[in-house]
């Protein structure tokens, strides 16, 4: 089964720039999970889509930070314009959201860097 | 406001001795309970999870304990081993969202 894909791995942008991650979930998971993860902390989430609606962005700064999931399938993240203290690792995870215990695939992630 | 808390940010042991990892939360809401690995440069790796209406999950060398009164979980890892080295989330779940601590780097040292 393949898993959650994510590109690119690596970005380098300078602040007030814009950047996009791009996110494949695995194939027939219904909800698609946006997460910031900041050296030194744990995975925060940032937006929480089931098919190709939001559940929950409020931890989404929208001012800068935009999201969308065409046809419940893949999902971009875009941030316009950048600032330094979103240097983090965007973790992109589905999951099939139908019963308890339900756990979070996540893919490699995308370490971005703002300069 | 932390819902999440993992108040020890390293832990070193042993191969073959057993593994601790300690996680308190706040949010009485959490359903459950899930504890994820993550090596360096991979996105983080599901471990084992527990309902809130259990007290103990077993998978193998892994063991995770949950106290309710308390609010407080522990993963217990026996025997160590080396490749189990890595980083250690604790996330408490409800509504299908996870809310994470900020992790254990756990070394096993040969």
């Known amino acids: 089964e393949a898993g959650v894909a994510q590109s690119p791995r690596y970005k380098i942008i300078e602040k007030r720039q814009s950047v996009a991650f791009w996110c494949n979930p695995i194939s027939g998971h219904a909800t698609l999970y946006w997460y910031q993860q900041i050296l030194g902390q744990g995975p925060k989430l940032l937006i929480q889509?089931?098919?190709?609606?939001?559940?929950?962005d409020s931890q989404l700064p929208k001012d800068r930070f935009s999201a969308e999931r065409l046809k419940g399938v893949d999902s971009t993240l875009k941030i316009q314009p950048a600032k330094l203290e979103d240097s983090a690792v965007y973790l992109c995870?589905?999951?099939?959201?139908?019963?308890?215990?339900?756990?979070?695939?996540f893919g490699s992630g995308t370490q971005l860097s703002v300069l | 406001d932390q819902q999440v808390k993992q108040n020890s940010p390293s832990l070193s042991v042993q191969e073959g001795r057993i593994s601790i990892l300690n996680c308190d939360y706040t949010n009485s809401m959490f359903d459950y309970f899930l504890w994820y690995k993550k090596y360096p440069a991979e996105g983080p790796t599901f471990l084992i999870s527990?309902?809130?209406?259990?007290d103990k999950n077993e998978d193998g060398r892994f063991t995770v304990f949950l106290n309710k009164s308390a609010k407080h979980l522990s993963l217990h890892i026996v025997p160590s081993q080396p490749g189990d080295s890595a980083v250690y989330f604790c996330s408490g779940g409800s509504n299908y969202k996870l809310t994470f601590g900020k992790g254990t780097l756990l070394t096993v040292n040969p």
């Open positions: 527990i309902s809130s209406i259990k």
């Open positions: 889509f089931q098919n190709n609606g939001v559940v929950d």
């Open positions: 995870a589905s999951s099939l959201a139908t019963g308890t215990n339900e756990k979070l695939f």
